[in-house]
């Protein structure tokens, strides 16, 4: 299949899964023709392995602006869901009460301490509670005896994932995105009027191209004059039966689904792109879920799996536009669920034209080029 350049559009979005979904039904919006090529089964799709997590305190620690960054999108996200629900009648189940990181020791109590301070003095607006165990049990009775305290934050949610990619695929879709599936991109040659994707199955043509595959940027992004040097990391998960509504905030390790079943999780490994479960890891996951609500420690697991994150050496995102072929952009970040209102509704229209963010110059790749070793942010 070659598309003629009467079909072309006038964006194509180089993966469909929640960063490529949410620029492309952003881009829509703005009136943007657009075509998404969506990789087959056979991709890593991380977006369907994740946690669901709408989730700000913490993040930005050694890089304030990602926190900015990520504030904006979930101050924005109540609007997104809204907008979904009305186009699509898919409810992506948001809900925003505030989130608690469990602490189990005094190291554990005093490194959230310091984090979060640090953050609130570079941010200003920066809401945050450090909680003795006492004070966690008034808002979480069910929580177990081993919790010594926790920081809660009223900026923090979730989301059921699969209902918000589904969401943003119907979305898309209705504003008169093409979405091509099954299909790979394989190489860009960047030409005077635009970019063609040459792919597994096709031959594709506009006059902008934006990459959001994952860690399928990495080989792409040199064809277009960007960098993207992002690395898999795994993180598993476990769901248990439904049970009982216990959990009304979402928390960093345990969280209750609008369906009722508890998911488990939060492991981060190096194991390159293997996505395989390990019962270690698990067992792990596991015992921690339980010490924080021994509850659950006879709650049947029902699934297991493993997906692998998206990380950039220092683990914040990556925005660029092509210095050598304008119209060329990269859009990659290990927080698909957190970043999608950003991701439609700020990045969208900067990639159409508007101003750029004004977060996002912090986020270019050339931040990498003498940075020597990084540390991985969580």
Excluded at 158 to 181: D, E, F, T, Y
Excluded at 303 to 316: C, K, N, Q, T
Aim: glycine residues 10%; proline residues 6%; contains cysteine.
């Amino acid at each position: 299949m070659t598309l003629t350049s009467t079909d072309s559009p006038d964006v194509l979005v180089l993966g469909g899964g929640l960063v490529g979904s949410a620029v492309a039904y952003g881009l829509a919006r703005e009136g943007a023709r657009v075509t998404v090529l969506d990789e087959d089964d056979g991709g890593l799709r991380a977006s369907r392995g994740n946690f669901g997590l709408v989730w700000i305190q913490g993040k930005g620690y050694g890089l304030s602006p990602y926190a900015r960054w990520s504030r904006s999108s979930a101050t924005r996200w109540p609007g997104l869901a809204q907008a979904l629900q009305n186009e699509t009648g898919v409810d992506v189940a948001l809900r925003q009460p505030g989130g608690f990181h469990f602490c189990f020791n005094d190291s554990e109590l005093a490194e959230r301490e310091k984090r979060l301070s640090t953050l609130q003095a570079e941010l200003g607006d920066y809401p945050y509670q450090m909680l003795d165990a006492a004070e966690v049990r008034a808002r979480i009775p069910q929580i177990g005896p081993a919790v010594i305290g926790a920081s809660y934050s009223p900026m923090d949610g979730h989301v059921n994932p699969l209902k918000l990619l589904r969401g943003l695929h119907a979305a898309m879709q209705a504003r008169g995105v093409r979405l091509v599936s099954g299909e790979r991109a394989e190489r860009i040659e960047p030409q005077a009027q635009g970019f063609v994707v040459h792919g597994k199955r096709g031959t594709y043509r506009a006059a902008r191209v934006v990459l959001a595959a994952g860690l399928g940027n990495r080989a792409l992004a040199p064809f277009v004059g960007l960098d993207a040097p992002v690395a898999p990391n795994r993180g598993q998960v476990l769901v248990s039966e439904r049970v009982a509504r216990f959990l009304d905030y979402p928390t960093l390790n345990v969280r209750q689904t609008d369906e009722g079943s508890v998911q488990f999780g939060d492991s981060m490994e190096e194991v390159g792109f293997n996505d395989f479960t390990t019962t270690h890891v698990l067992a792990d996951i596991a015992r921690r879920g339980v010490r924080a609500f021994p509850m659950l420690q006879h709650v049947r697991l029902l699934r297991m799996w493993a997906a692998l994150r998206v990380y950039s050496p220092d683990g914040f995102p990556i925005y660029d536009q092509s210095e050598a072929h304008p119209g060329a952009f990269v859009v990659t970040c290990h927080s698909g669920v957190t970043l999608a209102a950003a991701h439609a509704l700020r990045v969208a229209p900067w990639i159409m034209g508007a101003p750029m963010p004004d977060e996002l110059p912090h986020f270019s790749a050339r931040r990498f080029e003498h940075a020597g070793e990084l540390t991985p942010a969580h």
